[in-house]
């Protein structure tokens, strides 16, 4: 139905940069695609939510703790996400997942894990002092 696929996650200093990729594929999400977002999972901690986007509009809503640092955006023709993540910090280090919702979804339900339809697999960001 809807693939995801996330790369670009590696090891990188504190201060560095990186751009994560999520490549969505399937009739489904290229027909039906609302929103694409950024979750990220370090060790013991919940999966919080980063940042997302509307599809057509490409309207975009960042968690306060990234605000200033994180970018998101998306190429529609490639159907295709990303996420630049700059100034990076140790405690950025987790695991980053993209998610798709294909159906409509308030901006609050946005927020949380219950308002996308598939994920994938994740890409490890881990960052050094």
């Known amino acids: 139905q809807v693939q995801l696929v996330e790369s670009g996650g590696g090891l990188v200093q504190a201060g560095g940069s990186l751009r994560l990729a999520c490549a969505a594929s399937?009739?489904?999400?290229?027909?039906?695609?609302?929103?694409m977002g950024w979750f990220r999972q370090a060790p013991g901690k919940e999966r919080e939510f980063v940042a997302t986007?509307?599809?057509?509009?490409?309207?975009?809503y960042y968690a306060d703790s990234v605000k200033d640092r994180f970018i998101i955006s998306r190429d529609n023709a490639k159907n295709t996400g990303y996420l630049q993540i700059n100034s990076l910090k140790p405690e950025d280090t987790a695991v980053y997942y993209c998610?798709?919702?294909?159906?409509?979804?308030?901006?609050?339900?946005?927020?949380?894990?219950?308002?996308?339809?598939?994920w994938g697999q994740g890409t490890q960001v881990t960052v050094s002092s």
């Open positions: 986007i509307s599809w057509s509009a490409g309207n975009t």
């Open positions: 998610a798709a919702s294909i159906q409509y979804r308030s901006a609050a339900e946005l927020h949380g894990l219950y308002g996308y339809d598939a």
């Open positions: 399937g009739r489904t999400f290229s027909t039906y695609a609302m929103a």
